[in-house]
């Protein structure tokens, strides 16, 4: 790896943890110090059009619960933050109303920032070149699937997706012309539960 960053993946696991992530700039900073690597908190304040002390103080919470972490910086003098593992996970499938109040919160920030970002991006579209305008954009399908199909299809997809895990961390492995992408994937039930479905808790054939 050029970047030093571990190759794992942190899990959230209890309510606590859950909202110390659930802050919209200590989610920019994580995603910021993931795809460019170690920067001190001016950096990521420049980066992030916010203030040196705002930054400084999420970045020791995010060290706080294990987030992030300081590393050698190259003078000496002040101490970079690198993030400690290249993803972060939870699970929605808890019953106790702590944890389903924590993923709540959590999942409404995640989708605040990827609206903000898709906003981001659309202004600046038209400078973007023709072949960058053609390969982005947005779409949607609707599908009639069970509970199951819907796992196994996401499970396809970040199947897709990990393909090109090695190039995160390994700048040669990037061909020409390639740039950063971020592929947001959202699956949202429409409609209500199926009928027995509920008192089940499986899917009917």
Same mark, same amino acid.
Request: hydrophobic fraction near 40%.
């Given at each position: 790896?050029?970047?030093?960053?571990?190759?794992?993946?942190?899990?959230?696991?209890?309510?606590?943890?859950?909202?110390?992530?659930?802050?919209?700039? !200590?989610?920019?900073?994580?995603?910021?110090? =993931? &795809? #460019?690597? @170690?920067?001190?908190?001016?950096? %990521? /304040?420049?980066?992030? +059009?916010?203030n040196v002390p705002n930054c400084s103080f999420h970045l020791r919470q995010l060290a706080r619960y294990g987030f992030a972490e300081r590393v050698p910086g190259a003078d000496g003098r002040e101490r970079p933050w690198r993030a400690t593992a290249?993803?972060?996970?939870?699970?929605?499938?808890?019953?106790?109303?702590?944890?389903?109040?924590?993923?709540?919160?959590?999942?409404?920030?995640?989708?605040?920032?990827?609206?903000? !970002?898709?906003?981001?991006?659309?202004?600046? =579209? &038209? #400078?973007? @070149?023709?072949?960058?305008?053609? %390969? /982005?954009?947005?779409? +949607?399908?609707?599908?009639?699937?069970?509970?199951?199909?819907?796992?196994?299809?996401?499970?396809?997809?970040?199947?897709?997706?990990?393909?090109?895990?090695?190039?995160?961390?390994?700048?040669?492995?990037?061909?020409?012309?390639?740039?950063?992408?971020?592929?947001?994937?959202?699956?949202?039930?429409?409609?209500?539960?199926?009928?027995?479905?509920?008192?089940?808790?499986?899917?009917?054939?």
């Open positions: 790896m050029t970047d030093g960053m571990p190759e794992r993946s942190i899990k959230l696991t209890d309510p606590r943890s859950l909202r110390a992530y659930a802050h919209p700039l !200590r989610m920019r900073l994580i995603g910021l110090l =993931r &795809s #460019d690597g @170690p920067m001190t908190a001016t950096q %990521a /304040a420049t980066r992030l +059009d916010d290249r993803s972060t996970s939870w699970d929605d499938d808890s019953d106790d109303p702590a944890m389903k109040a924590a993923t709540d919160q959590l999942n409404s920030v995640l989708l605040a920032l990827f609206v903000q !970002r898709a906003q981001d991006y659309l202004a600046v =579209r &038209s #400078d973007e @070149p023709v072949e960058w305008r053609a %390969a /982005a954009g947005f779409g +949607d399908a609707m599908l009639h699937v069970t509970a199951t199909e819907l796992r196994e299809l996401t499970e396809e997809i970040d199947a897709l997706l990990a393909r090109y895990d090695d190039r995160a961390g390994d700048p040669t492995r990037r061909p020409v012309g390639s740039r950063p992408v971020q592929i947001i994937q959202m699956a949202v039930p429409r409609g209500p539960v199926p009928l027995g479905d509920e008192q089940a808790g499986t899917d009917r054939d």
